[in-house]
């Protein structure tokens, strides 16, 4: 069972992995298949579409960007994982020490409650089909009328555009209630049938991939009659799509404009966290060898490429079909297209892939309180994903918040990569924290924190859709700043 | 029984592929697209479970 699997022992939390677990390549290619295949891609295609994105922009912008996400894995993270061969955590551990840790599973733990809040919100736009209620709308932030103070507030830290938003007047009981039902199924699960779901998620995967490529094909088939175009050539499919699928211009109102670099740096970023973040560290120590990283390629371009551009296809139709329907809603879209089995589709989608999610935030909250079960830990997880997934300002404002999660944990994984590779050379000591016994690596804690006030201050000055770019030049200083504050720390703690 | 179910697991997985395919075409209507899509998914999730990530039994050993 995968709860006892990750116990210290089995999982070889404070160990190298040994030779006998090491893993083939193919089970790389299934795996990232299956995780960058989720429920949120469902969502993020459409948003390209509401952010003006134009046809050569997406595509090529996507094909870069993937590109630049794989090499990233491969030559940043897999090196370092199949050299050390430990997890995220314990490498964190012996560089920032245990306080620092904590700090950090503690960040981790609330991005991945709101991430699984997304999906969470993903599956519950498909109980709509079914059930007569007000789904949320593109620019909702509630489901329940809110203060105007509280619109204002959002707005002056940038994380709504008061004027496009819009204000509900009265609760929406029917969307809480939905949200609540299949996030307290998906806790529950999560708490006492995750072997169960991840099975599910095995034998999903296939299937969903290919549903996902349906979505694309139905969606264009769909979109050619109802313009009645005549597509007899590459050239006149590529017309197509630069004329109606993605057009680009203006956005949708509430909406950043994105340029080729907007989703050239989405794409590259959107797992910031898990590839010059290190995150993935804890799934790659399993490799034979440091190519395996670019196993990495199947989720992005069956997930990152194809099902977005699916995704994406599905909300360029509903648009063509009425211009004022501007909600993001995955269930109605998908059911529009292929029925009852794409209804199916969107809830394994979300389901499958917010209960991993949900687990993992339990397990990053538990190692903040060991002594904590942690069935109750995973259950309390669940309840704030469910919490947030009622939110639709989330989900409707995934690319943004996809931005935030890498940018916030990204720091740590240059701290990894200087600690690893660059400390040694300048005659420094890696993993200094466990050497010296202390709890809290202070340079470690003041790179993360000068990072992030250095990537929000260019933000700031820069422009609010600039949070897709500031990861790389973050990274950087992150590096630069870990070297610089190392020699002082390690100065002071060694005399 | 083991091959019985997975040519009926990777016929559905098949029909989940080409029914998109003949719409685009121009072979079979939407309605009809859905349905077979729909049936396919059903034949997938009752015939794949039982024999995926399920350890292959050497039926000559089983008496």
Known sequence: ?495 | MRLILQIVSWAALATTALAPVLFVAGQITLSHTKLMMLLAAIAWFVTTPLWMGRPKVDETLVI
Request: with cysteine.
């Open chain 1, 1 to 495: 069972m995968a709860d006892d699997a990750a116990t210290v022992g089995d999982e070889f939390e404070r160990e190298r992995v040994p030779e006998r677990a090491l893993l083939g390549f193919k089970s790389f290619v299934g795996m990232y298949a299956g995780e960058h295949t989720a429920g949120t891609e469902l969502m993020i295609g459409p948003l390209f579409v509401a952010a003006g994105v134009s046809a050569f922009d997406l595509l090529v912008g996507l094909l870069v960007g993937n590109l630049l996400a794989v090499l990233s894995w491969t030559l940043l993270t897999a090196p370092i994982a199949t050299r050390a061969r430990l997890t995220l955590y314990y490498q964190a551990e012996r560089i920032c020490g245990r306080g620092l840790v904590t700090l950090y599973n503690l960040a981790n733990g609330v991005m991945f409650c709101f991430l699984a809040g997304a999906m969470v919100t993903v599956s519950a736009t498909a109980v709509g089909v079914w059930v007569d209620f007000a789904p949320p709308q593109l620019n909702d932030v509630a489901p329940f009328p809110l203060p105007e103070g509280v619109y204002q507030s959002l707005d002056t830290f940038g994380l709504i555009e008061a004027e496009h938003t819009r204000r509900v007047e009265s609760v929406n009981v029917g969307w809480i209630a939905a949200v609540f039902a299949v996030g307290l199924l998906t806790a529950v699960v999560a708490v006492y049938g995750y072997a169960f779901v991840a099975r599910v998620a095995n034998i999903a995967a296939p299937w969903m991939t290919l549903m996902f490529i349906a979505f694309g094909l139905v969606a264009m088939r769909q979109f050619i009659d109802a313009t009645n175009a005549q597509i007899g050539s590459a050239a006149d499919l590529w017309h197509f799509a630069t004329t109606h699928l993605w057009k680009g211009g203006e956005p949708q109102p509430g909406q950043v404009k994105f340029t080729f670099w907007h989703v050239m740096f989405f794409a590259w970023f959107c797992n910031m966290a898990m590839h010059i973040g290190m995150s993935d560290l804890s799934i790659l120590r399993f490799a034979r060898k440091s190519w395996y990283g670019v196993a990495t390629a199947s989720g992005m371009f069956l997930g990152h490429y194809i099902a977005w551009i699916a995704a994406s296809l599905l909300y360029a139709l509903q648009l063509h079909n009425d211009p004022a329907n501007t909600s993001v809603l995955p269930g109605p879209l998908a059911y529009q297209a292929c029925g009852v089995a794409g209804l199916v589709c969107v809830i394994l989608a979300g389901w499958t892939t917010a209960n991993p999610t949900i687990y993992r935030a339990g397990l990053a909250f538990q190692a903040i309180v060991p002594s904590a079960s942690r069935a109750k830990v995973t259950f309390a997880a669940g309840l704030i994903a469910t919490v947030a997934g009622m939110f639709p300002a989330i989900a409707m404002k995934l690319l943004d918040f996809v931005a935030l999660y890498g940018l916030l944990l990204m720091p740590m994984g240059a701290i990894i990569f200087a600690d690893f590779y660059l400390i040694p050379k300048l005659r420094l000591r890696s993993d200094f924290a466990e050497f010296v016994g202390d709890r809290f690596n202070w340079a470690a804690g003041l790179t993360w924190l000068a990072t992030l006030v250095t990537c929000c201050a260019l933000v700031a000055y820069f422009g609010k859709d600039k949070i897709f770019f500031v990861g790389l030049p973050g990274w950087f200083v992150a590096a630069g700043l870990y070297i610089a504050l190392s020699y002082l720390y390690q100065r002071r703690n060694r005399a």
